[in-house]
């Protein structure tokens, strides 16, 4: 079950008991799985939606509750899941990385972003659950218009605060209530649910860190400090990684130990987390100001900090923790969390190994692509083979730990859902005249990658080699933007959709996200969108420039590379200091998707330079085969 799987209320407290378990990965899935496969995709049947739609109404009405949320949510909040808490997907079969269901006595709906209006329709019955686009129809209307005065539940576990008020204004105005639940509904009907994680936890190289978690924790105290509080309540594992120099595996692709944890305004910490991950040698790792304590110890330590001030952020700790401090007593100071800007401003040591793994990635990627360009055009190789085989190359780097996500390897139609998962049924051959779209990434020790290139197999249309070039050009104009200390990210997405918008073109994802540093391949808070985005850009965070076109039906085009904020160097002219983007990513742009007349002499110059670092950097590490390729691939326009 979760940290505190039980909640409750007696004699006017709140207490929580839970327990941990562990099955082995290959234990829990029972079968071998093709390496481009998640465990989600073999533990995970297509669902008898009808039959736990039905059993889950049954339990509802049993506990008095007229209808129940379902998110696709742990109670970190976070965007990599492990199986146990993968509820969404069990009970509806959509396994995207975000999204939530509202079940009702009568009718039911699931809201999803633009990344996956089209992958909800081809695994969600459609009959029984309604899809809607989360911005279009937001939850928030839908309850206030179906709920008709109801008890909708929800678990405080699985939504932050911010959620839990949304959702509770809602019902207010249907004229109805959100319940907290003390264990959930779904739980109860899913009978083969997977036990929760428990994979050792390991210690971060000061080598790869840069900063040891003493430094870490008096910095992070010292923000409590100034932000009021005598203590702050960590709910995300990412943070605690990051803070302690820890990794783990308890969710796929990042190396994540699920806890929870408390730092006072001293920098002592108290660490929540199951024994079992705790190796003989980590101990003597997080010293003497670093706390082990029980996952069920959570509950009474935020009861022991009744009438203290304590920091916590509404927008990801769970709601159950401020329910616990408010019956506890505690003042609470609303606030982000603390770790978030720190991590996301990689010290040069981070910077200095995402370098590294760069460069051993993008030779990886070029000895794929050289690969696929010599397999590719007689039709015999698959979206699935493709990704495995890009897989078993990187996986030939002794550095290499796991994937960072799944591979996306979406050929022709495939390609235009951007968070594409390839799986036995809907993978196809990559055909003639089609587009390929992979995006993919690693985990390494001393970084994190993530890289989107689309190829064309055979010969490209005109339609496709225009909007390629545009996307293109977008892409170079991000990469080579500078711009004033404080800009934020939104303030220059639009540099990277202007040659699309010029053709009434668009694309609906951000631009850009952040990376950690053997950590998420998601991170915030900084990130390139049209959404409105506070957090200006410093040095030493990593985001992606990632724009894109899909044409459904049809095709899609992405190129991503990973950039890391830097300081330019000051101009004649100048009154203020500038920053711009340094790119990390090496790997070959398909030159046979570039219109060259479509190209300014800056862009083209920009593309022959960045081929040329390309070249130059992975070739050494190529076979001489490869080396031909790679020369070929990154050959000057018009050449």
């Known amino acids: 079950m979760r940290p505190a799987d039980v909640l409750q209320v007696a004699a006017g407290k709140l207490s929580v008991a839970g327990k941990f378990a562990f099955q082995p990965a290959k234990a829990l899935l029972g079968q071998k799985r093709h390496p481009s496969l998640s465990p989600m995709d073999t533990i995970l049947d297509k669902p008898d939606l009808a039959a736990r739609l039905s059993a889950l109404r049954s339990e509802l009405k049993r506990r008095g509750l007229d209808g129940f949320v379902v998110p696709r949510a742990d109670e970190h909040q976070g965007e990599m899941v492990a199986p146990h808490s993968e509820r969404l997907a069990w009970l509806t079969g959509f396994t995207g990385s975000a999204g939530q269901a509202i079940v009702l006595a009568d009718r039911a709906a699931i809201f999803v972003d633009g990344r996956y209006t089209l992958q909800v329709g081809l695994q969600v019955d459609t009959r029984l659950i309604s899809p809607l686009h989360m911005t279009e129809n937001p939850a928030s209307a839908w309850i206030e218009e179906n709920l008709e005065g109801g008890k909708l539940g929800y678990d405080p576990w699985l939504h932050s605060e911010d959620q839990v008020r949304r959702l509770k204004e809602s019902c207010e105005k249907a004229g109805g209530e959100a319940v907290a639940v003390s264990d959930n509904p779904v739980d109860a009907i899913w009978s083969d649910q997977p036990d929760p994680p428990k994979a050792p936890a390991a210690a971060h190289p000061l080598e790869f860190a840069g900063k040891t978690s003493a430094e870490k924790r008096d910095e992070i105290a010292a923000a ?8 702050a309540v960590l709910s995300l594992p990412d943070s605690l990684a990051w803070l302690l120099n820890v990794r783990g595996g308890d969710v796929s692709h990042t190396p994540l130990v699920l806890s929870f944890g408390i730092l006072d305004a001293e920098g002592g910490c108290e660490w929540f987390v199951d024994g079992a991950k705790i190796s003989e040698d980590l101990p003597e790792h997080l010293g003497n100001g670093v706390s082990p304590r029980a996952p069920e110890e959570f509950g009474p ?167 390629f070039t545009r996307v293109l050009k977008g892409h170079i104009a991000l990469a080579t933007a500078r711009f004033p200390v404080g800009t934020t990210g939104s303030q220059l997405d639009a ?47 990593i985001v992606s420039n990632e724009p894109g076109y899909y044409k459904t039906g049809a095709y899609g085009i992405r190129i991503e590379n990973l ?6 160097p000051a101009q004649p002219g100048d009154d203020r200091a500038m920053l711009a983007f340094e790119t990390l990513t090496l790997a070959p742009i398909d030159l046979s998707l570039v219109e060259p007349s479509l190209l300014t002499a800056e862009e083209a110059a920009w593309l022959d330079s960045y081929h040329e670092r390309v070249r130059e950097t992975l070739s050494p590490a190529l076979g001489a085969a490869d080396r031909v390729w790679l020369d070929a691939a990154t050959a000057k326009l018009g050449a």
Request: proline fraction near 6%.
């Open 224 to 231: 409590i400090a100034a932000a009021g509080a005598s203590a």
């Open 301 to 467: 330590a935020l009861d022991a900090l009744a009438g203290r001030k304590v920091l916590a952020d509404p927008a990801s700790a769970p709601a159950w923790v401020f329910d616990r401090l408010r019956a506890a007593g505690a003042e609470i100071v609303q606030g982000q969390d603390p770790c978030l800007l720190p991590k996301a401003r990689k010290n040069a040591i981070e910077i200095e190994g995402c370098r590294a793994a760069h460069r051993r990635d993008g030779a990886a990627l070029s000895r794929f692509l050289a690969w696929l360009a010599s397999n590719a055009v007689d039709g015999e190789v698959s979206e699935l083979e493709a990704a495995g085989r890009l897989r078993r190359f990187r996986e030939e780097n002794s550095e290499f730990r796991d994937l960072s996500f799944d591979t996306i390897s979406g050929s022709g139609p495939n390609g235009a859902i951007v968070h594409y998962r390839v799986t036995p049924e809907s993978d196809r051959r990559l055909g003639d005249g089609e587009l390929f779209l992979l995006d993919s990434g690693a985990q390494y020790p001393d970084g994190t990658t993530d890289v989107t290139r689309t190829v064309a197999i055979g010969k490209p249309s005109p339609e496709m080699r225009e909007r």
């Open 495 to 541: 540099l990277a959709r202007s040659p699309l918008w010029q053709a009434g073109l668009d694309y609906d994802h951000g631009t850009g996200h952040g990376v950690g540093s053997y950590l998420g391949v998601h991170e915030g808070p900084q990130r390139i969108s049209k959404v409105p985005n506070r957090v200006a850009l410093e040095p030493g965070m």
């Open 563 to 568: 950039v890391t904020v830097v300081e330019s």
